[in-house]
Every structure is written in structure tokens, then in C-alpha cells.
């Protein structure tokens, strides 16, 4: 999950523990210091917690100084939050040069991509965007969604339609 954590963070919590099943979640800084309880029981239920820099903006231009001072800061304000070591990091839209990977590696992150985008931020039918996942998905497929503040407004049950066609149910 991308872009939170946000209203929703919690029933998508509520659903890991139903189902069995762990999220990663790469959060912003300002997401983080309006849900801190939240970004707490990520932590506490032993979710991937990791950054997704200090601002949601294409990185891709950065001089090497202008996008580490972004990772940095915000590790920095979700470490304090959450009381966590962050180890991963998404940039934002996915869009990563060669050499930004290993400027991410350089200072002890590890990027983490999706292999499955869910496309919940087209904002397109719910039906649409569980058929593409479940239509799509793969073995140790990485799928990408979003629990910010605009998520999609039936994304919990998206998610929790996606769990099912895998037969997660206990």
C-alpha cells in the first residue's frame, strides 16, 4: 500500500488479520504525523512498514543530494513515529534510475517495486480493478495499492475481494 497511511488504514489492518496475511506499507511523513496510532499497530502487527519519501512527486530529475535529503527526511520522521527501523523505501509512481537504486542501496535501503498494479487510483469501478488483479496475479506477485487519504473509496472491499478469489479465507 502506497500514499497512507489514511481512513482506511485500519480496516485494511483489520483484513490482515482476518485473512492471515501480512501488507507492506510505504508511507509518507505528513500521512504518518496524522495517523501515528496507526502507524504504531502496522509496526506492533508486524507489517512492512517503509518510506515513500518526503514528498509524493516524481523523483526522477534529482541530483543525487536533492533525492537522498528526501529519503532521508523522511525515514527520519517515520522512525520517530513509529519508534521502527525503516529498512524499505518505494518511490513515488514507480519511476527509479539505475543509478537512484543504488543510491537507495548506498545509505542501507532496499527499493521495493510492485510486479502487479492494481490501477485503484484510476478511481474505475470496483469490479474492474478486482478482475485486473485477479485476472493477472501471479505467484510472489508484489500488487500495488493505495490507503491514502484519495484512495479509492471501496478499497477494502477491493482488497478484501482480491483475498478472497485467492482462497485465503480461513
Not at 73 to 89: A, L, P
Not at 148 to 162: D, F, K, L
Request: glycine share 4%; aromatic share 10%.
Amino acid at each position: 500500500f502506497d500514499d497512507g497511511p489514511g481512513p482506511n488504514t485500519n480496516s485494511l489492518l483489520d483484513l490482515s488479520l482476518k485473512y492471515g496475511v501480512k501488507f507492506a506499507f510505504f508511507i509518507l511523513p505528513e500521512q504518518a504525523q496524522k495517523y501515528p496510532k496507526i502507524v504504531r499497530r502496522i509496526v506492533k502487527d508486524d507489517h512492512i512498514l517503509g518510506s515513500h519519501f518526503s514528498q509524493h512527486r516524481h523523483h526522477i530529475m534529482d541530483t543525487k543530494t536533492t533525492f537522498l535529503n528526501s529519503l532521508n527526511e523522511s525515514v527520519e520522521k517515520i522512525e520517530d513515529i513509529s519508534q521502527n527501523t525503516i529498512k524499505y523505501s518505494r518511490v513515488p509512481y514507480g519511476r527509479l534510475l539505475p543509478w537512484q537504486d543504488g543510491w537507495i542501496n548506498q545509505v542501507g535501503y532496499t527499493h521495493v517495486f510492485w510486479s502487479l498494479d492494481s490501477k485503484d487510483y484510476n478511481l474505475e469501478p470496483s469490479e474492474k480493478v478486482i478482475n485486473r488483479v485477479r485476472d493477472n496475479i501471479q505467484s510472489d506477485d508484489i500488487v500495488l495499492f493505495h490507503d491514502g487519504e484519495a484512495s479509492h473509496p471501496q478499497i477494502v472491499q477491493i482488497v478484501e475481494e482480491c483475498l478472497e478469489s485467492l482462497n485465503l479465507k480461513l
